[in-house]
């Protein structure tokens, strides 16, 4: 134990650091020897210099590529954690000298996107604008690793419940229901009573068959007597979904704020028909007890607004 202490504190440096994520990230000598602008035979030296400090092997290597050890697993995380916190330090440094107001990243759900993310971002703009925001968007199971490891400040979008865990602070902004979408010209847009049938029989964006939506999508189907439709692309992006509504006539179901902001600008039209699918609220994710760097923060204060204010709320 006290060895390893020892090298996390004092041995590993930066470059040590930097290679360990390359080999994690590419999983192959050579790759990362590349991305590094190293030999492979400097990285070959490297690891193993870094596995006699620790008097543990960190990678199991094969003709196939690299792969972490469970102890190299945990130094990588490490590894990934100390680059993180380097580079949030050195980017608020780079901004002050430049006379700019900082950076903070946000990862976000495509539900947050468009409305009250962007909105948050121009209040956070109209009082700091040289303030620089990064956003990743994806989903939980993708983005919470990244919040642990410091790589992101902020998560933002539905707080699924089973992921909640003790060491995150979540806040509930806004419920956000599911609603159906279809372009403008669409026969069912000039329907006054649409019914699942008529979903059921049309061409369908659904969520991919891994996302609960999907499984709360189906249910309702099935509760309306009726077969999920036949004609159907799989995807949770909102391009894909517009792409699909503009192109192929197709049905597409969205949260309400965001088929609104669409609707807004002509791209779809929002269905009168019920879609009563029991959805988390959406919301932020901070990691419980870090500190949240003053341009965060204020995010998180412009975010509150627009959930509270003029912004989502009345959607």
Known sequence: MAQIDRVLRSNLKLRHLQMLVALDQFRHLGRAAEFLSVTQPAVSKTLAEIESLFGLPL??????????????????????????????????????????????????????????????????????????VLIDEGDLTRLLPRLRLGELDLFVGRLEPGYAAPDLETEPLYDDPMV???????????????????????????????????????QQFFAHGLHPPEDIVESASFLSQISFVQQRGAVAFMARTVARHFAAQGLVAVLPLPVPVDLPPVGLITLRGQRLTPVTQLLVECLREVAAGGGVARR
């Open 180 to 218: 159906a979408v279809v372009h403008p010209a669409h026969a069912l847009a000039k329907k006054r009573k649409p019914q699942w049938a008529d979903l059921a029989a049309a061409p369908c964006v659904l969520p991919p068959p891994w996302a609960s939506l999907r499984v709360k999508l189906t």
């Open 59 to 132: 990678f199991e290597r094969s003709t196939r590529g690299t792969e972490p050890t469970a102890a190299g697993a945990s130094v990588v995380r490490f590894a990934r954690s100390v680059l993180a916190g380097y580079e949030r330090t050195r980017d608020e440094m780079a901004a002050e000298a430049s006379g700019a107001s900082g950076r903070t990243s946000v990862g976000a759900m495509v539900v947050a996107t468009p409305v009250l993310l962007a909105q948050a971002v121009e209040r956070l703009k109209a009082v700091s604008r040289r303030t620089t």
